[in-house]
């Protein structure tokens, strides 16, 4: 009995450790953004492997999740004679939800275990250690950059995913269901509409949709940059690392989305 309390107050206290170690981590990372050196070269990089490389995976993704839930939605709304509105739930939904987390956990699977495996590699090779010698803080350096372009970048392959997804409703609707494509795009820019607007222009909806991106880009890079930090125990310690960095970000983003989405209720004041 006395064994496991020992292990259990052990392991809280590594745990609390670890998650102030996390806090530190982001918030050295976040310090660097706003004083020299900056290292713009490192950032333009890592925008084109967490960005641009995840852009076709983003893009299959948006087009099939919406071409589903068009799918899905006509064959309960076709019942009741209300098919002429699958372009405002195929809008809502991609543009409030499902584009934003599944944009999200769509580069947490492909880019976090990528980030974490490099920066692991490094830190069993002793390369970090090797940076901290000739006076190169390994933040600055590595975290910074990374966490940077996650936060530029999500935004951006949230607003493809989204406009794929409603590209990949309609086809369903006009090749499928029969659904002229005005009476859809009109469909979703009524759902935009409804949710008010912005400085009378920007839709509040895709607002919600855009903060959300923002958050999720900095979980998944700082995650994955805490565990490739922290990797132990050679090549097998860096496997952990990437495995335990993608199951953290996917669960962080479900976890966050859901008081994201509390927020931006409140915030924006949508639906009330």
Do not use: H
Not at 1 to 10: H, I, L, P, R
Not at 26 to 51: E, H, N
Request: net charge neutral.
């Amino acid at each position: 009995m006395a064994g496991f309390a020992a292990a259990v107050e052990t392991k809280f206290r590594d745990t609390t450790t670890g998650v102030l170690d996390y806090f530190v981590l982001g918030g050295r990372a976040t310090r660097f953004m706003f004083s020299r050196p900056f290292y713009w070269r490192d950032t333009l990089v890592q925008m084109d492997r967490i960005g641009v490389g995840s852009i076709p995976i983003v893009l299959l993704t948006g087009l099939f999740t919406g071409m589903v839930l068009a799918l899905q939605s006509s064959v309960e709304l076709t019942k009741f004679g209300a098919d002429i509105y699958i372009g405002n739930l195929v809008g809502a939904s991609m543009v409030r939800e499902l584009g934003p987390v599944l944009c999200a956990l769509m580069v947490a699977g492909r880019a976090a275990s990528g980030i974490a495996a490099e920066l692991g590699s490094m830190r069993v090779t002793e390369q970090i250690d090797a940076l901290q010698t000739f006076g190169t803080d390994p933040i600055r350096k590595l975290v910074t950059p990374r966490i940077l372009a996650g936060l530029l970048m999500l935004p951006v392959l949230t607003v493809l995913a989204d406009m794929v997804g409603i590209m990949g409703g309609m086809i369903i609707s006009i090749f499928r269901i029969g659904i002229t494509a005005d009476a859809y795009l009109q469909g979703v820019l009524n759902t935009l509409a409804q949710s008010g607007f912005i400085f009378g222009f920007f839709p509040k909806d895709f607002a919600s949709g855009l903060l959300k991106p923002l958050v999720f880009g900095g979980i998944i890079t700082l995650t994955s940059c805490y565990y490739g930090l922290n990797t132990r125990g050679g090549t097998e310690g860096v496997g952990i690392a990437a495995t335990r960095s993608v199951v953290t970000c996917s669960v962080l983003i479900l976890a966050v989305d859901y008081f994201l989405t509390q927020l931006t209720l409140i915030v924006f004041q949508i639906g009330s």
